[in-house]
């Protein structure tokens, strides 16, 4: 872990202060953003512990470059999530009175970071509606988000389990096709908390009784699920 130098930030305002939190803010708020002398720039290495249950920092932390895998690894090792460059975390713990953070988040890879802290975003927030509402709206999706994991972990065993996800993560393709894509046997596994064996003895059954086909990373719906 180290703080990124000055110079180095500054490939980052551009897109710092177009993230999705402030968009649409004046300029008061975006100068505020990426000039205040509280908010912390780090640089995180590969393997290196950004956040755990017991270490982490009351800030808005937003992903400059790299990606980060959220778990739940106190009890079990569960992927909750994969974050990337663009996205943000840390929003639960904010403002919450309670101590302790709700997961180990892990950096993938090189990772730069900037934390802004509770303070920082209380003036944002105070001095901009639509920073505000752009909070809401994300704490808002973060709650979506951990309804469905909650969804396909309750839904059973491990073949109920990959039938959720590929009904919640399905879409409808420029063909018209259902298709659930996006991660590969590896990651899909540890997502569903299966073995990778498991999980590709599951898609053939799938396959055999006619509900899937796969192309590569392509799960294809072919009958209601």
Partial sequence: MKTIDI?????????????????DVDEYIKKLITEDENAEW?????????????NYKRSLGIILRGKISVRKDRTANVLLNTLKAGEVFGG???????????????????????????????RIIAKSPVAAMNYIRYLSDSLTF????????????????????IRRNSRTDEFGKKVADGMNMTSLAEYLAIGRATLYRILDDFENRGIVERYGRKIYIKEEI
């Avoid at 897109?15 to 968009?23: D, G, Q, S, T």
């Avoid at 713990?93 to 920082?120: Q, R």
């Avoid at 951990?146 to 996800?165: H, K, P, Q, S, V």
């Fill in 42 to 54: 780090i640089n995180f290495s590969k393997d290196e512990i950004i956040y755990g249950y017991d």
């Fill in 92 to 122: 639960a713990a904010l403002f919450s009175g309670t101590e302790g953070f709700i997961a180990t988040l892990k950096a993938e890879c090189s990772c730069d970071i900037v934390f802004l802290p509770e303070e920082l975003m209380e």
């Fill in 146 to 165: 951990l309804n469905r994991r909650l969804d396909i972990f309750t839904a059973g065993g491990a073949e109920e389990r990959t039938l959720e996800y």
């Fill in 7 to 23: 110079k180095e930030r500054k490939k980052y305002i551009s897109a710092l202060r177009k993230n999705f939190i402030f968009a």
